[in-house]
């Protein structure tokens, strides 16, 4: 099977712009997670959308969203744009039997994302 | 904020020799997964021990996990160069509903 793939893999952007990223799961998985990486917070649950509906959700500001398609794909938008966005953006995919954390979760390569 | 705190930070060693990481986390957990991240690229997922097992094994990996101190540990034998990365650990919290890392160890292997 093929892995989870997430596009774009690198992306510069300027601070107030918004930017979409998007995720493919391996086939069959239901459950799409992303998690944000920086060096200074580590790894942390955006959220988590099953079946297309958003089952779990971090703590980050509304600037945040997710969308998941009928195909199990999903999407990241983060508007307005601050430095400290900057990260890695990873997302994971799991077949979704139980929430989140308590699968086995696949994840992609991330879309390393500079905010200039 | 962070599950827990992995132990050591950092850690060096020469090939065949073996490494040890450990994690604690805070909180009671379903299960606790380990994972392995090369130079900022995805997770690779390691192992995966539930909250009523004591001990797994797969390959040259050996994870414990102690409840009752709410810890665990990531064994890895006869290291390669190739080991060389970082290493997670992560809980689900519970039923948080997310898997909850800690900050990592980054082990480098010596050829």
């Known amino acids: 099977k093929a892995g989870v793939t997430q596009t774009p893999r690198y992306l510069i952007k300027t601070r107030g712009q918004q930017v979409t990223l998007s995720c493919s799961p391996i086939s069959g998985h239901r459950s799409v997670s992303w998690y944000q990486q920086t060096p200074g917070q580590g790894l942390q649950f955006l959220f988590e959308?099953?079946?297309?509906?958003?089952?779990n959700k971090g703590n980050f500001p509304g600037r945040f969203s997710g969308r998941q398609f009928s195909n199990s794909r999903s999407e990241m938008n983060v508007s307005t744009l601050e430095l400290g966005d900057s990260a890695l953006y990873l997302c994971a995919s799991s077949l979704g039997q139980l929430a989140g954390g308590q699968e086995t979760q696949y994840f992609g390569p991330g879309t390393r994302l500079l905010v200039l | 904020s962070q599950q827990g705190e992995e132990d050591p930070q950092a850690l060096s060693i020469q090939e065949g020799e073996n490494a040890t990481m450990n994690c604690s986390y805070k909180?009671?957990?379903?299960?606790l997964q380990w994972y392995r991240q090369n130079s900022g690229r995805g997770l690779v997922h390691l192992i995966l021990?539930?909250?009523?097992?004591r001990e797994k094994h797969s390959g040259r990996l050996r994870v414990t996990l102690d409840t009752s101190k709410k810890s665990s540990s990531l064994l890895i034998t006869a290291s390669r160069a190739a080991d060389t990365a970082s290493y997670f650990c992560a809980t689900d919290g519970g039923n948080t509903g997310k898997l909850i890392f800690g900050q990592g160890t980054t082990l480098q292997v010596k050829p």
């Open positions: 909180t009671s957990i379903n299960n």
């Open positions: 021990i539930r909250s009523n097992e």
């Open positions: 959308y099953f079946s297309e509906t958003q089952r």
